[in-house]
């Protein structure tokens, strides 16, 4: 597969988000990276004092954690083994400030937040979800890395399959950020370690995408305040937004480009068929004691 169809633009320190979590038009866009050369260190991510101090970070996602929904006694009642209870107050509505961002000024000064203010919901109130979702991204039955090369279409006909449903692009993000809102499922500050994100080496000479996936649990950091797992980085998962009408595709975490892989972040360039080396999806359902 050609990776051709992606803008995939470095800034000058060669770590700036690859522009697959825009809303891009629909044409095809051009590839280019640099063929040669070593890519530098990003900066390392010093906080400064006060407001996105480690010390002011650390006691807001302990709070966050320490809040968190618990799951009740009967969880193996409401999900399958597989899945998680996701149940809280969502925030349809977030302010999530960025305190200082990764890259310099330029066209993608903005793609990475190094750090956040803590978030502030926006919403005169907030909706009570209760859902059960994917632990991990679906993987076929005796495979160890997730299904990729997954389009939205595949996404309906799987979950369907098996008695689940695509995820709302809401329950997704609720999974991924908790009742705190955090911007990264692992909490306010990025970690380029945490996930399966920030990787330079994603294009071969030939310039195609290369397979980075990893398997189910091989970044124990990278999971949610609800446990779940992936969120951000390794693969695009398709969701259906929310809204009347048909389904419409957006796609959620983005991958193990550089790239925002934020909770809130999602890319809306591509129509329901399209997929890719990066592209997967997980699978959601009501609880059965519902």
């Not at 800034?11 to 070593?38: I, K, N, V, W, Y």
């Not at 039955?141 to 279409?153: C, D, K, Y």
């Not at 997704?172 to 990264?184: H, I, Q, R, S, V």
């Not at 983005?254 to 999602?266: G, H, I, M, T, V």
Request: aromatic share 8%; proline share 10%.
């Amino acid at each position: 597969m050609r990776f051709a169809k992606f803008t995939l633009l470095l800034p000058a320190l060669g770590l700036g988000g690859l522009g697959c979590d825009l809303e891009l038009p629909s044409a095809a866009l051009e590839l280019r990276l640099p063929r040669t050369g070593e890519v530098p260190t990003p900066p390392a991510l010093t906080a400064p004092a006060g407001e996105g101090s480690p010390a002011a970070e650390r006691e807001f996602l302990a709070r966050a954690r320490a809040n968190a929904p618990r799951p009740a006694d009967d969880t193996p009642r409401a999900c399958p083994e597989e899945m998680v209870l996701v149940e809280g107050d969502y925030c349809p509505v977030v302010e999530q400030r960025c305190l200082r961002y990764l890259d310099p000024p330029g066209r993608y000064e903005q793609f990475r937040c190094a750090e956040y203010a803590e978030p502030v919901c926006r919403s005169k109130e907030r909706q009570k979800l209760r859902y059960c979702i994917d632990r991990d991204e679906y993987a076929e039955p005796g495979e160890h890395l997730p299904a990729n090369h997954r389009s939205f279409t595949h996404a309906e006909k799987t979950c369907g399959s098996i008695g689940k449903r695509v995820c709302r692009e809401s329950e997704w993000n609720f999974a991924c950020e908790g009742e705190a809102m955090l911007p990264y499922p692992y909490g306010m500050s990025r970690d380029p370690s945490a996930c399966n994100a920030d990787r330079t080496d994603i294009v071969t000479p030939s310039g195609e995408l290369r397979d980075l996936r990893a398997p189910a649990g091989a970044y124990p950091r990278c999971a949610s305040p609800f446990g779940v797992r992936d969120l951000a980085g390794n693969l695009e998962e398709f969701v259906a937004m929310d809204g009347p009408g048909p389904a419409r595709p957006a796609m959620k975490g983005a991958y193990w480009q550089p790239s925002r892989n934020s909770c809130r972040a999602k890319q809306t360039a591509h129509d329901r068929f399209y997929n890719g080396t990066e592209t997967g999806f997980r699978c959601c359902d009501d609880p059965s004691d519902e």
